[in-house]
């Protein structure tokens, strides 16, 4: 089955400085990776998402790029503002909509 | 649209008792999963139904679990017998062939 791997861990940042943060997968199969964004005490959101036939996606001041090659994926996020702190979550789905989800990044934005 | 919905948002109970989470997906909605979240594992993928027909349960941690979805509005994820390993927050989601959203969790605690 699919293995998702994410780094860092945590991640502290000052307030307008960029964050990013890295994912890998392991099944070549997998053809959606979708971030979701978990505050404390809530339930994970869903920021932005990516399929395979696409290399990079922005909205706004968050951007997703996928190198299908290396089968790594990346979160980042610019001009990080206080109310971006939070715990990021990638994931990996394969055709059956199977999704795996990487194990969190707690990011921390400093004022 | 409510988004997904879950009842009830807390429960506490004693060890042996039998526990059962309840999930409504969005309308329109054909994919639904169940997912259990803890500090020492993460979010982890319990089950999930296409069409009310459960398609993987290889998260299903052993057969104190239970999972039923008997119409496209309604799932129901049981435990019986709890155990205090069984505290953590249960998530459901439910998405069409992308974006998956999730409902505002379960809090389960085991004494």
């Known amino acids: 089955g699919e293995n998702v791997e994410q780094h860092p861990s945590t991640l502290s940042v000052q307030e307008g400085d960029s964050a990013v943060i890295k994912c890998t997968y392991s099944d070549s199969a997998s053809n959606y990776f979708p971030w979701y964004k978990q505050e404390l005490g809530k339930r994970p959101q869903l920021i932005i998402d990516i399929r395979s036939n696409v290399g990079e996606k922005k909205d706004q001041r968050i951007a997703v790029t996928l190198n299908k090659t290396a089968k790594h994926f990346s979160l980042h996020i610019t001009e990080t503002q206080p109310e971006d702190s939070a715990v990021y979550f990638c994931?990996?789905?394969?055709?059956?909509?199977?999704?795996?989800f990487g194990a969190g990044t707690r990011l921390t934005v400093k004022p | 649209d409510a988004g997904v919905i879950q009842s009830p948002r807390h429960e506490v109970t004693e060890m042996g008792q039998e526990v059962t989470l309840r999930c409504k997906p969005i309308s329109g909605h054909d994919y639904l999963f169940w997912y259990r979240q803890t500090m020492m594992r993460g979010l982890e993928l319990l089950i999930y139904f296409n069409n009310n027909v459960p398609i993987d349960d290889s998260g299903m941690p052993e057969d104190r679990f239970s999972a039923k979805m008997p119409n496209a509005s309604f799932s129901t994820l049981k435990i019986q017998p709890s155990e205090p390993r069984d505290s953590a927050v249960y998530f459901c989601a439910s998405s069409t062939f992308y974006e998956q959203y999730f409902g505002p969790g379960t809090r389960l605690t085991v004494t």
């Open positions: 994931a990996a789905r394969q055709d059956n909509n199977d999704m795996r």
